[in-house]
């Protein structure tokens, strides 16, 4: 299974809100609850920012939020700041536990505060 | 704290093997699901396979089944990923990561990663 389509950039002023998306099928991320985020600043690793469509974990911002509507799910960063500045990965259950894939995530979006 | 610490990375030659570890501590290693997920120089990230609590679950991305076999020592708090008939495209940094208590596929601690390197 093909990584989820993501924009491959977006970009922001501090302050402003940026949406990135992530688009599946009727038989992965349409049909599960269960898409997260992560953020990965560059030589770390992955931070979970969203988890089931559109929960918070503990500790991360509330200027981070989640949604899905039918088969696209959105990430949305509102008050840009110049620590938002990193690749962003959806992820989704693959709706199949067998072939080609459990876990299927996005092709990862670069955010650029300007 | 939770803390995913992998080893065992490095240079291997087409059609070796590694065997990948990750020691976690500062949480209760038996109640969750782990997964091993690599991301390959300059790309994105992969998920690569993942392991039910007591090992009777195990999944796997088609790319690596066969060559590869997650498993877990729940007395020594500790993941492992075999890596057999090791190819180019397999070179990637390969991180060790917590699951949920359910077989929910989300990821919420991370190891700081490993790189494995695959070339003659």
Redesign the interface.
């Known amino acids: 299974q093909s990584a989820l389509p993501q924009p491959a950039s977006v970009s922001g002023s501090p302050g402003q809100s940026i949406t990135i998306s992530c688009t599946g099928t009727s038989s992965d991320l349409g049909s599960y609850n269960l898409v997260s985020w992560y953020q990965q600043h560059p030589g770390k690793a992955p931070k979970l920012m969203i988890y089931e469509v559109s929960k918070r974990p503990s500790g991360v911002s509330n200027r981070f939020s989640g949604s899905k509507s039918g088969n696209t799910a959105s990430l949305t960063i509102s008050g840009l700041q110049a620590e938002d500045e990193a690749d962003y990965y959806c992820c989704s259950y693959a709706g199949s536990t067998t072939s080609p894939s459990f876990v299927v995530f996005g092709g990862g979006t670069k955010l650029t505060v300007l | 704290e939770v803390q995913l610490v992998e080893s065992g990375g490095g240079l291997v030659q087409p059609g070796g093997s590694l065997r990948l570890s990750c020691a976690a501590s500062g949480f209760i290693f038996s109640s969750y699901w782990m ?1 091993w ?1 690599r991301q390959a120089p300059g790309k ?4 690569v396979a ?1 392991i039910k609590q007591d090992g009777s679950e195990r ?1 796997y ?2 790319s690596v089944k066969g060559r590869f076999t997650i498993s877990r020592d729940n007395a020594k708090n500790s993941l492992y990923l075999q890596m057999n008939n090791l190819r180019a495209e397999d070179t990637a940094v390969f ?1 060790c990561a917590r699951g949920s208590s359910s077989w ?10 490993i790189l494995v390197t695959v070339s003659a």
Do not use: A, C, K, R
């Open positions: 997964s997920v994105g990230l992969e998920w993942n999944y991305v088609d991180y929910y596929p989300q990821f919420d601690y991370w190891g700081q990663g």
